[in-house]
Nanobody, 127 residues
Framework: QLQLVESGGGLVQPGGSLRLSCAAS????????MAWFRQAPGKEREGVSF????????VYADSVKGRFTMSRDNAKNTIYLQMNSLKPEDTAVYYC????????????????????WGQGTQVTVSS
């Protein structure tokens, strides 16, 4: 079981950038499928990006492809989400999540697949 702590959220103008971090403890990221989700008020939690040692590169939702970049620093046991060209519709609470083992591609985009969650960090994109 991983303990996850997100940081890096804030208020940014449209077109701006933010970098979110998720520090993990209690295990090694190599053995987990890691994900970023977001949830806007009144909406369901949405999968944003996913990373695993089984993938050659991260997987992204269509809504963020080309703008967001997910990465992992194994030495720091931390994952990141670099968010560029932010839009008002990116406003949400962002969560990192983990699931043990290699990914089940048929299920990994569902929030129910993940067993451990951080507390979330608010991202607000507004002028």
């Amino acid at each position: 079981q991983l303990q996850l702590v997100e940081s890096g959220g804030g208020l940014v103008q449209p077109g701006g950038s933010l970098r979110l971090s998720c520090a993990a403890s209690g295990g090694t990221l190599d053995y987990y499928t890691m994900a970023w989700f977001r949830q806007a008020p009144g909406k369901e939690r949405e999968g944003v990006s996913f990373i695993s040692s089984s993938f050659s590169r991260p997987v992204y939702a269509d809504s963020v492809k080309g703008r967001f970049t997910m990465s992992r620093d194994n030495a720091k046991n931390t994952i990141y989400l670099q968010m560029n060209s932010l839009k008002p519709e990116d406003t949400a609470v962002y969560y990192c999540a983990s699931a043990p083992g290699p990914p089940d591609i048929t299920r990994m985009m569902s929030a129910n697949y993940y067993s451990d969650w951080g507390q979330g960090t608010q991202v607000t994109v507004s002028s």
